[in-house]
């Protein structure tokens, strides 16, 4: 069974960095198109950022030229840099299958991000 581990969580000021990490235990890691989610209270989980098996990347546009989203499959790791961080990047931040992908993983807890001004 797959499970998924994010962390690198934390609180931070307006303009600071942050980078996430998931680490993708069982299942066959490399095929899969992975993506990084968020959710913010009372908010609805949203994408944040898409890899594909070949390193192909996409990006919401409200995280566009700030985050970067790579994987390392010999790590079985999914990571997220984020840069420039604002109070509206606040929400607990999940890994999973890229959207649209069938029978996604077991979500795993998250990783709280916090940014305040």
């Known amino acids: 069974q797959v499970q998924l581990v994010e962390s690198g969580g934390g609180s931070v000021q307006a303009g600071g960095s942050l980078r996430l990490s998931c680490v993708v235990s069982?299942?066959?890691?490399?095929?899969?198109?992975m993506a990084w989610y968020r959710q913010a209270p009372g908010k609805e989980r949203e994408v944040v950022a898409e890899?594909?098996?070949?390193?192909?990347?996409s990006y919401a546009d409200a995280v566009k030229g700030r985050f970067t989203i790579s994987r390392e499959n010999t790590k079985r790791t999914v990571y997220l840099q984020m840069n420039s961080l604002t109070p509206d990047d606040t929400a607990v931040y999940y890994c999973?299958?890229?959207?649209?992908?069938?029978?996604?993983?077991?979500w795993g807890q998250g990783t709280q991000v916090t940014v305040s001004s």
């Open positions: 890899i594909t098996n070949q390193r192909a990347t």
């Open positions: 069982g299942g066959i890691f490399w095929i899969n198109a």
């Open positions: 999973n299958k890229a959207s649209g992908a069938p029978n996604y993983f077991s």
